[in-house]
């Protein structure tokens, strides 16, 4: 049986979801019924993004077991928005084959972490581990990204610059790089 076109763009959008998420140490998720998106570190493993968090750990606020989310990843070289698509969210329960595989994946992401020996205890103890399983079509995708910016409204400040910058600012700074 031949592929088809549907087929073939199917598998290349899993592709660039995939390698999208194994490369970016971040990525950024909004719940279902959030305004904002926030930040998180991760993993990929078994088909999906992994996060733990709470406790100790990165915030997971809005994101419970059989909701959904969006998904959004940046890309490696040029950091700027690759990627997103819809997610399911699904919790792990702590000790369990797919939580251990998890969070032997997740070891490896945790930046200084203060209790590295024991850190899978502490997790179990007081974290949730969430699988973000891709659950539809790339919502973006290069050749197909919105028009608007996506980017944050700065808040509102009265701050001000005092002085314009000294002339010879510029140049002091590109002569550091050399």
Do not use: Y
């Not at 959030?34 to 750990?57: C, I, K, M, T, Y």
């Amino acid at each position: 049986m031949e592929p088809t076109t549907t087929d073939a763009a199917d598998f290349l959008d899993r592709a660039l979801l995939e390698e999208a998420a194994k490369k970016s140490g971040l990525l950024w998720v909004r719940a279902d019924g959030e305004q904002q998106s926030r930040a998180l570190w991760h993993a990929w493993h078994d088909g999906a993004v992994v996060v733990v968090g709470d406790g100790a750990e990165q915030p997971l606020h809005g994101l419970t077991a059989g909701s959904g989310a969006t998904v959004t990843v940046r890309s490696k070289d040029k950091w700027g928005r690759l990627t997103s698509w819809p997610a399911r969210v699904g919790e792990l329960a702590p000790q369990s084959e797919a939580w251990l595989g998890a969070v032997e994946e997740l070891k490896g992401k945790r930046l200084n972490a203060p209790d590295t020996d024991t850190i899978g205890d502490r997790w179990a103890r007081e974290c949730r581990v969430l699988r973000l399983e891709p659950a539809g079509p790339l919502a973006e995708q290069p050749g197909a990204m919105p028009e608007d910016s996506h980017a944050a409204v700065p808040m509102p400040s009265t701050a001000t610059t005092r002085k314009p910058i000294p002339a010879g600012l510029p140049k002091l700074l590109l002569k550091r790089r050399k």
